[in-house]
T-cell receptor, first 113, second 108 residues
Framework: EAQVTQNPRYLITVTGKKLTVTCSQN?????MSWYRQDPGLGLRQIYY???????DKGDVPEGYKVSRKEKRNFPLILESPSPNQTSLYFC????????????FGSGTRLTVV | TQLLEQSPQFLSIQEGENLTVYCNSS?????LQWYRQEPGEGPVLLVT?????EVKKLKRLTFQFGDARKDSSLHITAAQPGDTGLYLC????????FGIGTKLQVIP
């Protein structure tokens, strides 16, 4: 089944403790992206990657890092999480060339206390 | 950053009614997508519109892309409780922008 898999689904952590949210897709998509979704603010793009070793900032990259060492994986790293990073996070992928629509993961609900 | 404005933000209607939601921008988009999202789940792609003036139908849902490719609409005929959800429009290529969404509730 074609899908984007995120882990974990739920995570509660403490301020300053480094964490990684994993994202993997099995559709051989070149383009992957991370979003956070907050009430009243909608989905906002954190980082995106056009292909292996090619990443760029979205609208809200502060406090986040990403890497794209393999085509299928695009982990999101929070080196020193803060409470304002409490949010619902989504990974998504699509074929390159144009945006004909994303396939989204099921989301990761992160709480930083 | 290209902005997408959706209206209305909230809509509560009775089963069987028709409704239209809108997605507007001052920018031209090469394509726009519509998604539906259930609480706590990822958005699911409904349709992509590419050509100005294009109309696409998905059962009781009709999507239209404006002639100038700056706006789009989603019309639902005879809404059902199963249509309840958050409807999002999105556009852009490398930097993708989402509208804030229309939260639809269909009351049986």
């Amino acid at each position: 089944e074609a899908q984007v898999t995120q882990n974990p689904r739920y995570l509660i952590t403490v301020t300053g403790k480094k964490l990684t949210v994993t994202c993997s897709q099995n559709m051989n998509h070149e383009y992957m992206s991370w979003y956070r979704q907050d009430p009243g603010l909608g989905l906002r793009q954190i980082y995106y990657s056009m292909n292996v070793e090619v990443t760029d900032k979205g609208d809200v990259p502060e406090g986040y890092k990403v890497s794209r060492k393999e085509k299928r994986n695009f982990p999101l790293i929070l080196e020193s999480p803060s409470p304002n990073q409490t949010s619902l996070y989504f990974c998504a992928s699509t074929s390159s060339g144009t945006n004909y629509g994303y396939t989204f993961g099921s989301g990761t609900r992160l709480t930083v206390v | 950053t290209q902005l997408l404005e959706q209206s209305p933000q909230f809509l509560s209607i009775q089963e069987g009614e028709n409704l239209t939601v809108y997605c507007n921008s001052s920018s031209v988009f090469s394509s726009l997508q519509w998604y539906r999202q259930e609480p706590g789940e990822g958005p699911v792609l409904l349709v992509t519109v590419v050509t100005g003036g294009e109309v696409k139908k998905l059962k009781r849902l009709t999507f239209q892309f404006g002639d100038a490719r700056k706006d789009s609409s989603l019309h639902i005929t005879a809404a059902q409780p199963g249509d309840t959800g958050l409807y999002l429009c999105a556009g852009g290529y490398q930097k993708v922008t989402f509208g804030i969404g229309t939260k639809l509730q269909v009351i049986p």
